[in-house]
């Protein structure tokens, strides 16, 4: 049963995409299976960096067949820029396929997303990218997909939902109606371009489950993003737990072999929502800026704070993991303690388990215990006893505390900073 899943065990931002790089190597198949370009994967390969917002990390390696799967949301526009951009850098892209099933993000999508945010007491701070507006329409069953553009549907799909949306566009937010020839014109060009690459994934997917190949599921997003599980309504509108995965790529989850959890040293979030060990101050200032933490999609400056023990636990609780993947231990290198919340306390009460209320979440204070910290560069280190005792102590830490084995260290950017625990 060769299928491995790696997902996000915080807010998104973890550092996925080096994982699914570095483990990409000896997959035959990386399959996208949710969100859309909301996503932003920054990998580097030769001392450069590619950010990729749709496609697979896993992308850069080309004997890796990469499917975006019917879990996802595609928008065309953004996924040719991506196609042209890697192959502007030499990147072989005849490997990229998009699920028949996959859902489209159409103009009136990103205008709704901004719309509906700006309307909203309780803003989501979303990416704009118009991700939620798509998933509503998919479950809402009004959506277009992308097999849509390839049997003729399309232009009497576009003709009767594009209706009801100038109707919102003009009569709730007094703005202009879209134009519906020159969408169509637009889609019809894209269609020429993209034709080629539209399959049923499913049917491939099952092929290469048959022969026994292997096959990396790459999350997006992350556990407290998940619209069922995460802090909602400060979630993303699709599953990006490993249920999710399976449910996104086709894929039955008795094949599932690991269940990799991807979690940074400490916490950061992009967007509106609780963040019970945020440091607002200037620790959390000391790690944004030594830990680079802007957002790679939209470039806005991610929320920092110390490492969460009881968001890795329930990610670990409702994601199954079998073992997680650490990132980004060298930034907390220069720290005399460092602080890890190991519970959560409302009005002085021991809270337990993850509480579904964001009022609760929001009001809720951290339980720090202190760890003690290290001086050391460990951008090169290769084994865990290179680490400083203390480095070794924090990664014990959360182990004990999830029951969960860390099997990966990132140590650094590059593809080749890092270390594998046997
Ligand atoms: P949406 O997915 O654009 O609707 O945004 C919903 C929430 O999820 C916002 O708080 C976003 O900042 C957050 N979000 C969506 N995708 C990512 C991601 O890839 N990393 C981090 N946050 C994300």
Same mark, same amino acid.
């Given at each position: 049963?060769?299928?491995?899943?790696?997902?996000?065990?915080?807010?998104?931002?973890?550092?996925?995409?080096?994982?699914?790089?570095?483990?990409?190597?000896?997959?035959?198949?990386?399959?996208?299976?949710?969100?859309?370009?909301?996503?932003?994967?920054?990998?580097?390969?030769?001392?450069?960096?590619?950010?990729?917002?749709?496609?697979?990390?896993?992308?850069?390696?080309?004997?890796?067949?990469?499917?975006?799967?019917?879990?996802?949301?595609?928008?065309?526009?953004?996924?040719?820029?991506?196609?042209?951009?890697?192959?502007?850098?030499?990147?072989?892209?005849?490997?990229?396929?998009?699920?028949?099933?996959?859902?489209?993000?159409?103009?009136?999508?990103?205008?709704?997303?901004?719309?509906?945010?700006?309307?909203?007491?309780?803003?989501?701070?979303?990416?704009?990218?118009?991700?939620?507006?798509?998933?509503?329409?998919?479950?809402?069953?009004?959506?277009?997909?992308?097999?849509?553009?390839?049997?003729?549907?399309?232009?009497?799909?576009?003709?009767?939902?594009?209706?009801?949306?100038?109707?919102?566009?003009?009569?709730? *937010?007094? $703005?202009?109606? #879209?134009?519906?020839?020159?969408? =169509? !014109?637009?889609?019809? @060009? /894209?269609?020429?371009? +993209?034709?080629?690459?539209?399959?049923?994934?499913?049917?491939?997917?099952?092929?290469?489950?048959?022969?026994?190949?292997?096959?990396?599921?790459?999350?997006?997003?992350?556990?407290?993003?998940?619209?069922?599980?995460?802090?909602?309504?400060?979630?993303?509108?699709?599953?990006?737990?490993?249920?999710?995965?399976?449910?996104?790529?086709?894929?039955?989850?008795?094949?599932?072999?690991?269940?990799?959890?991807?979690?940074?040293?400490?916490?950061?979030?992009?967007?509106?929502?609780?963040?019970?060990?945020?440091?607002?101050?200037?620790?959390?200032?000391?790690?944004?800026?030594?830990?680079?933490?802007?957002?790679?999609?939209?470039?806005?400056?991610?929320?920092?704070?110390?490492?969460?023990?009881?968001?890795?636990?329930?990610?670990?609780?409702?994601?199954? *993991?079998? $073992?997680?993947? #650490?990132?980004?231990?060298?930034? =907390? !290198?220069?720290?005399? @303690? /460092?602080?890890?919340? +190991?519970?959560?306390?409302?009005?002085?009460?021991?809270?337990?388990?993850?509480?579904?209320?964001?009022?609760?979440?929001?009001?809720?204070?951290?339980?720090?215990?202190?760890?003690?910290?290290?001086?050391?560069?460990?951008?090169?280190?290769?084994?865990?006893?290179?680490?400083?005792?203390?480095?070794?102590?924090?990664?014990?830490?959360?182990?004990?505390?999830?029951?969960?084995?860390?099997?990966?260290?990132?140590?650094?950017?590059?593809?080749?900073?890092?270390?594998?625990?046997?």
């Amino acid at each position: 049963m060769p299928v491995d899943i790696i997902v996000g065990a915080q807010w998104g931002d973890e550092g996925k995409g080096k994982i699914i790089d570095t483990l990409g190597v000896n997959t035959d198949y990386v399959i996208r299976f949710g969100g859309g370009n909301n996503a932003g994967h920054t990998i580097k390969v030769d001392g450069e960096s590619f950010i990729l917002h749709l496609l697979p990390s896993g992308v850069l390696h080309k004997h890796s067949k990469c499917l975006l799967g019917a879990g996802m949301v595609i928008d065309f526009k953004v996924f040719l820029q991506e196609i042209a951009s890697l192959e502007a850098c030499g990147f072989d892209t005849e490997h990229i396929f998009i699920s028949s099933r996959a859902h489209l993000i159409m103009p009136y999508h990103i205008i709704l997303d901004s719309l509906w945010e700006g309307q909203r007491t309780d803003k989501i701070g979303t990416t704009k990218r118009g991700i939620g507006p798509c998933y509503s329409d998919k479950y809402a069953r009004l959506g277009i997909r992308t097999g849509d553009l390839l049997d003729g549907s399309f232009p009497e799909k576009l003709k009767n939902i594009l209706k009801t949306k100038n109707d919102i566009l003009t009569k709730i *937010f007094n $703005e202009n109606p #879209l134009d519906y020839d020159s969408i =169509l !014109s637009e889609y019809n @060009e /894209i269609t020429q371009k +993209v034709s080629h690459r539209i399959i049923n994934t499913e049917t491939e997917v099952q092929n290469a489950l048959a022969k026994n190949k292997n096959i990396l599921l790459e999350g997006a997003q992350a556990m407290m993003l998940d619209i069922d599980y995460g802090s909602y309504p400060y979630v993303t509108s699709s599953s990006p737990t490993a249920a999710g995965g399976t449910v996104g790529s086709g894929i039955s989850p008795r094949y599932i072999r690991k269940i990799i959890g991807v979690c940074k040293a400490y916490s950061t979030r992009v967007g509106e929502g609780p963040f019970v060990t945020e440091q607002n101050n200037a620790q959390g200032e000391w790690l944004r800026s030594k830990g680079s933490e802007y957002g790679s999609t939209t470039g806005r400056p991610r929320r920092c704070g110390w490492l969460d023990l009881v968001v890795l636990r329930y990610a670990c609780e409702i994601n199954g *993991f079998t $073992e997680i993947a #650490l990132t980004k231990l060298d930034v =907390l !290198s220069g720290l005399k @303690e /460092i602080p890890i919340c +190991v519970g959560y306390e409302l009005e002085g009460e021991k809270i337990s388990g993850m509480p579904a209320s964001v009022d609760i979440l929001a009001g809720a204070s951290a339980v720090y215990e202190t760890m003690p910290g290290w001086n050391e560069d460990i951008s090169n280190c290769k084994t865990l006893s290179d680490l400083p005792g203390n480095a070794r102590r924090y990664i014990e830490k959360m182990e004990t505390h999830t029951g969960c084995p860390i099997r990966f260290v990132s140590v650094g950017a590059g593809r080749e900073q890092f270390i594998a625990v046997e």
